[in-house]
């Protein structure tokens, strides 16, 4: 059981989610920065949203830290360099708010072109001026999207619902995605400036996006364009901005996000032509949960040693390698935990991972950290995580290698572990896609391992079943799944046993006794 730490206001369904998972969680709110230094040390988890600061001197302090969550999008209130240093996984949930933030970029396109904002205000004041708020469709006008991820992928499935005619700029986004989301794709900014009617921004805050937008790019623009900035203030120089607005250039703006926030005076504030909400892309019911369930999933992963999809400090998975791919990593490590048991105290020089069926020729980038983690979780190796295990590899000289063949005999797909030649491979079962065991150490077999398990392997003969289960019956123990592997070839045979209750090494010695066992493990996953 891990201690988790959540430092400010959460969905009640994502501290269900680390509860359910058998984690001891805290919620403390409002801390000082001392009280954060003083009180991190005991816990294995930090979640924050954006007010606390997990700095260099938190980190540093704690001591047992594994995983550090941030329950939204950016991270940049978290020292990401002081957690890589120690190993600790950083994450977010870049995910939780994509729908809302899209959303709110078709919302002040909407109040921009129908002037909904100054109507409302004139309303307010006892006035009727249907005349002066004639505005403008969205119907065949041209959007130009400036970044194609998520949300203006999302941006531009609904702009296309409108009648919009689309056209994009993203040096990252494939000419056959962008034809999906049916965006002509540009490769200059210059390009496509002059063609909008509209344009809105959903860029990440870089040195190269910082700015994009300024003198030059206005003065290209259409006359009456309309710009909306949800996704990172600085975007559109907002100096320059305002005076193109004064000018009549730019016919109207949208902005919910600034540079520095809380934002109550900017250049923009003194135009009734420009609607300013205090930066509510992610401010719905449904984003907000959604931001603490997945940061709980997230952080819950990173605790239990599996691959976390959205660490920022990790080499970036792409979604179609985590969704192929990812569902074998528990079980990577749960086959690295079983050899790194059955090897001894002894560490491999050689792990090789091999990928067959479905799986040929996928990246295993993340199959080799989590198959790392099982077998050092065995050897004492502390805060083992997919961070820092490609480090803790060479540090214990292990050297990994991937391979991949299509034969993956009456399976779909499977992953072999080899472990200086200790080797298993297993598939995913169900819908719930449980890791089946289905060789080992050269037995064929089919078994899904629970949490504690005995591996035996003896000379077959008549009876020996029977008195194994004798031995452990009068122990006390009781069976829950037995499987019986055999060679194609050979005498011996291997049991595979998941039990319940307390196997002392008095009731080893005695199964050793009764059946002249050539090997026993008692494994615990």
Request: negative net charge; proline residues 4%; contains cysteine.
């Amino acid at each position: 059981m891990a201690k988790v730490l959540i430092s400010e206001k959460l969905a009640d369904e994502g501290i269900a989610i680390l509860k359910d998972k058998g984690h001891d969680v805290d919620v403390l709110l409002d801390l000082t920065p001392e009280e954060l230094v003083a009180t991190i040390p005991a816990y294995d988890a930090l979640i924050v949203r954006s007010a606390t600061q997990a700095t260099r001197e938190v980190i540093e302090a704690g001591t047992n830290l594994r995983v550090i969550g941030r329950a939204g999008v950016g991270i940049d209130n978290v020292d990401v360099e002081a957690a890589t240093e120690k190993g600790i996984i950083v994450c977010n949930a870049p995910f939780s708010n994509i729908v809302s933030a899209a959303e709110q970029t078709l919302c002040l396109m909407l109040a921009c072109a129908r002037k909904t904002a100054m109507a409302n205000a004139s309303m307010h004041e006892g006035k009727w001026e249907r005349s002066k708020f004639t505005g403008t469709e969205l119907y065949e006008k041209t959007l130009a999207i400036f970044g194609l991820g998520r949300i203006g992928g999302l941006v531009a499935e609904r702009a296309r619902a409108f009648g919009m005619k689309l056209v994009g700029y993203d040096p990252y986004c494939s000419p056959e995605r962008a034809e999906e989301m049916g965006v002509k794709l540009y490769d200059t900014v210059d390009e496509i400036v002059p063609l909008a009617d509209f344009i809105t921004v959903h860029l990440p805050k870089t040195k190269d996006t910082i700015g994009m937008f300024g003198p030059d790019q206005y003065a290209a623009m259409k006359d009456g364009v309309i710009l909306v900035n949800t996704a990172r203030g600085g975007i559109y120089n907002m100096e320059s901005l305002a005076d193109f607005i004064a000018a009549g250039k730019i016919g109207a703006a949208g902005i919910d996000v600034y540079e520095k926030e809380p934002c109550t005076q900017s250049p923009l504030h003194e135009f009734e032509n420009v609607t300013l909400t205090p930066h509510l892309g992610a401010s719905t019911k449904e984003a907000q949960t959604r931001a603490g369930t997945q940061i709980a999933e997230y952080v819950a992963a990173g605790l239990d040693g599996s691959i976390v999809a959205t660490a920022v400090n990790m080499a970036p998975v792409p979604p179609e390698v985590m969704d192929a791919v990812g569902p074998y990593v528990p079980a990577c490590q749960m086959m690295g935990s079983l050899l790194s048991q059955i090897g001894g105290d002894k560490l491999p020089k050689l792990l090789k991972i091999t990928a067959a069926g479905t799986l040929a020729n996928a990246d295993l980038s993340i199959l080799s950290a989590g198959a790392l983690s099982g077998i050092l979780s065995n050897k004492g190796a502390s805060s083992v995580t997919p961070v820092n295990a490609d480090a803790l590899a060479q540090r214990y000289g292990i050297e990994v290698k991937t391979g991949s063949k299509t034969d993956a005999a009456e399976y779909a797909s499977t992953i072999t572990l080899n472990a200086d030649g200790l080797e298993t491979a297993c598939t995913l079962a169900g819908s719930a896609q449980a890791p089946r065991i289905v060789s080992l150490l050269g037995y064929r077999m089919e078994v899904e391992p629970t949490a504690n398990s005995l591996i035996l392997e003896y000379v077959d003969s008549p009876g020996k079943i029977g008195t194994i289960g004798t031995v452990l019956g009068n122990e006390g123990i009781n069976i829950t799944t037995m499987q019986v592997g055999m060679k194609p070839k050979g005498k011996n045979a291997l049991i595979f046993m998941n039990i319940e209750g307390d196997v002392t090494e008095g009731i080893l010695a005695r199964l050793r006794s009764a059946l002249e066992l050539k090997n026993l493990w008692l494994i615990r996953l």
